[in-house]
């Protein structure tokens, strides 16, 4: 087939964009441009590279005509994070590619009323980064039943892999929990310790996209969630790590003021810290 990767030298791309040359797939990827593929593979000289600032043409309502162009059997879009954006894609694809596949987040949902989490469960997403991402969810899920085009919604959890440092026990990027547990350290756990973090290996996130593109029959008008068999909690995940390092780990339960007091923004913030949880 013909597929065009929007935003492929990303973290999950630059697994999911050799795999499909590998397959035999001719692809396209569109890029800023900024940065290299996180992983080398020869497969990358196969791929046509396509300069775009993808912001920039959807402000100037250009961006969508410019992949339907292409006349591709799928699209996979990677970077689509507002609704607008969505419908802008969406509109100009009708007619012009078999199948779009959106990349989504396990984030669309909000507090867990039980576990696990299937994909029919409801709950109010979280944040606004969860928020935009359930409504593309739905929305391209309600284009699908309406007969318009084909869409899938894949929803990852913690991405790890190459290039980026992983989510940590306490939920978020500081690098100095690593080297307290390797030390046998006390480490200041918030709350009850049992908040769930569910990782996911990007070249796994890859093969799902794969396995979408290649069975679309079965993949029209659906959302998977994309994760690891099973979750890890906070007091879990730092016993198996302080493991690795042949220690115990020693913990101080502390309230969530203290623990914000010690996290630093550029460490705790954002969609993946525990610190923003309510």
């Not at 101080?252 to 914000?260: D, G, K, L, T």
């Amino acid at each position: 087939m013909r597929i065009v990767v929007i935003g492929g030298s990303g973290h999950v791309g630059s697994f999911l964009v050799p795999r499909l040359v590998r397959a035999g797939h001719e692809v396209i990827n569109l890029t800023r441009g900024a940065s290299a593929p996180y992983v080398d593979d020869e497969a990358w000289s196969q791929v046509e590279q396509i300069q775009v600032d993808r912001a920039a043409e959807d402000a100037a309502g250009t961006f969508g005509q410019r992949v339907a162009a292409l006349e591709a059997d799928v699209v996979v879009d990677m970077i689509c994070f507002t609704p607008e954006s969505a419908v802008a894609l969406v509109e100009a694809l009708r007619g012009h590619s078999g199948h779009l596949v959106h990349c989504g987040t396990i984030w669309r949902y909000g507090v867990s009323i039980k576990q696990p989490m299937r994909e029919d469960d409801t709950s109010p997403p979280f944040g606004d980064y969860g928020s935009q991402k359930a409504a593309i969810a739905e929305l391209l899920a309600a284009e699908t039943r309406s007969g318009g085009l084909v869409t899938t919604v894949l929803q990852p959890g913690h991405i790890s892999g190459p290039g980026w440092p992983p989510i940590g026990p306490l939920g978020n990027l500081d690098p100095d929990i690593w080297y307290a547990l390797s030390a046998g350290q006390e480490i200041a756990v918030p709350g009850l310790g049992a908040e769930l973090m569910h990782h996911v290996h990007a070249d796994d996130v890859a093969q799902v996209f794969q396995l979408a593109i290649e069975q679309p029959d079965a993949a029209s008008g659906e959302s998977f969630n994309v994760v690891a068999p099973s979750a890890l909690t906070v007091r879990g995940f730092l016993e198996i790590a302080a493991s690795w390092f042949g220690q115990t780990a020693p913990i101080r339960s502390v309230s969530w003021a203290e623990f914000r007091s010690g996290t630093t923004g550029s460490r705790g913030a954002g969609r993946h810290s525990l610190a923003d949880r309510p």
